[in-house]
């Protein structure tokens, strides 16, 4: 099946710096990226949408010059958590769905625990 | 405003029994409703999917019945093992939205012990 990697798994940084998360479609090229959040007990939020060579859809609340979102490729997005702040902690997940796939399908990369100190 | 609630923050069952999650939703038409599995630390993994003209689906162990009268899709697994502990996400891809953009509850963390 797709698999989607997401780099690094766990990243510590200390307040006022930036961090950049990788995430990669190992064996299909996809055209839009999704990116979420998620808080302990809490369900995943999806923070924008991003589309392959365009800029990314960001949803209602989520500051677009704070996390900055490229999708140079049809298999790697990055997210960049700029200036980053303890309340900026959580788990990050980014999906893919595989156009030539089945059209539903969509796959979740393992996560990147962002920690702010 | 919309909604999505999995109405079982926690379920706790014995081996062997059957588990029934329950997802209710608001102010949305979904055109299709997905169950997947987070273990703890990992993304969600994508179990099984339903269209909106359909009643029921099966996957092995799983099965998930979706009704758009009542707005909910329940979600069983018989005969559960240990191995199937993990917290139970349902998701809805809204028919106004975006290809793939999907709306998430919270999960109901299942256990089941020995």
């Known amino acids: 099946g797709a698999v989607v990697s997401q780099h690094p798994s766990r990243v510590i940084c200390k307040s006022g710096t930036s961090v950049k998360i990788e995430c990669r479609s190992l064996d299909f090229q996809a055209t839009t990226m999704f990116w979420y959040r998620q808080f302990p007990k809490q369900s995943l939020m999806l923070m924008a949408t991003?589309?392959?060579?365009?800029?990314?859809?960001?949803e209602q609340g989520v500051e677009k010059d704070k996390f900055l979102i490229n999708h140079a490729s049809l298999t790697l997005s990055t997210l960049t958590v700029t200036s980053a702040h303890p309340e900026d902690s959580s788990f990050y997940i980014c999906s893919a769905r595989d156009p030539l796939g089945r059209r539903y399908e969509q796959y979740f990369g393992p996560g990147t625990r962002l920690t702010v100190t | 405003s919309q909604k999505i609630e999995q109405n079982s923050e926690a379920l706790n069952i014995q081996e062997g029994k059957t588990a029934t999650l329950t997802c209710n939703y608001t102010?949305?038409?979904?055109?299709?409703l997905q169950w997947y599995r987070q273990d703890p630390g990992r993304g969600p993994v994508f179990l099984l999917l339903?269209?909106?003209?359909?009643k029921e689906k099966r996957k092995e162990r799983l099965k998930v019945t979706f009704d758009t009268t009542l707005k909910q899709s329940l979600f069983h697994i018989t005969a559960s093992q240990p191995a199937d502990s993990a917290t139970y996400l349902c998701?809805?891809?809204?028919?106004?939205?975006?290809?793939?953009?999907?709306?998430f509850g919270r999960g109901t963390q299942l256990t089941v012990w020995p």
């Open positions: 339903i269209r909106e003209n359909e």
């Open positions: 998701a809805l891809a809204d028919r106004g939205s975006t290809l793939g953009r999907l709306y």
């Open positions: 991003s589309n392959e060579g365009s800029k990314a859809t960001y």
């Open positions: 102010n949305y038409s979904p055109a299709y």
